[in-house]
């Protein structure tokens, strides 16, 4: 059965009202349940383009065991310099040849808006994996699954976003799904970091309720910590990079002090801000938030595809 039109595509969160979050929310924890073997064969004979202009670990290898595990196979495209967008293709070009050898695609690329371009091009599903400053809204998706699956509903936690708020899409994606809860928000960052004006603007007019400070303890009062690295790539001037690239860091004992027994999640990659003893404390959640990643983008290749089991909904 299909699922409802907002997942015929994934480009921005904005598409989704809160009845679309629970119904997905609903699906992957149902998808969860189900044995490995019972799963597979539900996408066979699909083939899912898998197009990475710009670096990936996680996204792009969930997305590809996503799909294989659904039964599924996949093609994929690595950085510029492997594709024919080096000799001057255009992405439309592109697009045009990938509906033609498959019959869905994921694409990240360092231009923002470039999902929807690619998305306007074919007639296939298009599923953008993150877009340069813009959007990344599977991430935003499997970090708001990660919150449900550790500590139920988001509706009356407290959740603290920290680290480099002014570049960090899995930040800006994440606050517009939350918007739909009634949770608090507390932004932690140096001020040189802090969350563009137009979040704010946007969170004013939900009526969400947050705070701002430079203060890392405010972290201690908090149900969620989502921690992020800064994003050394977006920055036109390397010197304010080198100048804040060391500005935080979160280390077991500071974790250790939270009132809340604070969980600790992270999109990863880390570099220096996360140290690597907090890590088997039983409220880091980062490992496991990658690992839920499969889950829910096995969940939207299905829902995009149309091939979500009757019953299922
Ligand atoms: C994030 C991204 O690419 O925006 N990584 C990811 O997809 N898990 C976060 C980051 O690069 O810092």
């Not at 040849?97 to 360092?110: G, K, L, N, Q």
């Not at 690295?229 to 500071?254: C, G, H, M, T, W």
């Not at 299905?302 to 979500?308: A, D, E, R, W």
Request: glycine share 6%; aromatic share 10%.
């Amino acid at each position: 059965m299909a699922g409802p039109p907002p997942f015929r595509y994934i480009l921005d969160t904005n598409q989704f009202s809160r009845q679309d979050l629970d119904f997905f929310l609903r699906q992957a924890e149902k998808l969860e349940e189900q044995r490995r073997e019972d799963i597979f064969g539900m996408l066979e004979g699909k083939i899912l383009a898998s197009l990475f202009f710009e670096s990936s670990t996680r996204t792009r290898l969930s997305f590809e065991t996503a799909m294989l595990r659904l039964g599924g196979q996949v093609i994929t495209t690595v950085g510029f310099q492997f594709s024919s967008i080096s000799k001057g293709e255009t992405l439309y070009d592109t697009m045009k040849m990938v509906e033609a050898y498959s019959d869905i695609a994921v694409i990240r690329h360092p231009v923002e808006g470039s999902s929807r371009i690619a998305a306007a091009a074919v007639s296939i599903p298009v599923i953008n994996a993150g877009d340069g400053t813009g959007q990344h809204p599977t991430q935003a998706l499997l970090d708001l699954y990660t919150i449900f699956r550790e500590r139920g509903s988001p509706d009356g936690l407290r959740i603290a976003f920290i680290g480099d708020l002014k570049f960090g899409r899995t930040i800006h994606s994440l606050i517009h799904l939350l918007q739909h809860y009634n949770v608090e928000m507390i932004f932690i960052s140096p001020l040189d970091l802090a969350l563009p004006e137009s979040y704010k603007k946007s969170l004013r007019k939900q009526n969400v309720s947050f705070e701002e400070t430079e203060d890392m303890k405010e972290m201690w009062d908090c149900d969620v910590a989502y921690v992020t690295r800064i994003q050394e790539e977006r920055f036109v001037d390397k010197n304010e990079f080198d100048r804040l690239k060391n500005s935080y860091s979160i280390n077991r004992a500071f974790v250790q002090a939270s009132r809340r027994n604070t969980l600790i999640m992270h999109p990863l990659p880390r570099v220096s801000e996360l140290s690597t003893d907090v890590d088997d404390l039983p409220n880091a959640a980062y490992f496991r938030q990658a690992g839920y990643g499969v889950t829910v983008r096995m969940t939207l290749l299905l829902l995009c595809l149309g091939n979500f089991p009757e019953g299922q909904s």
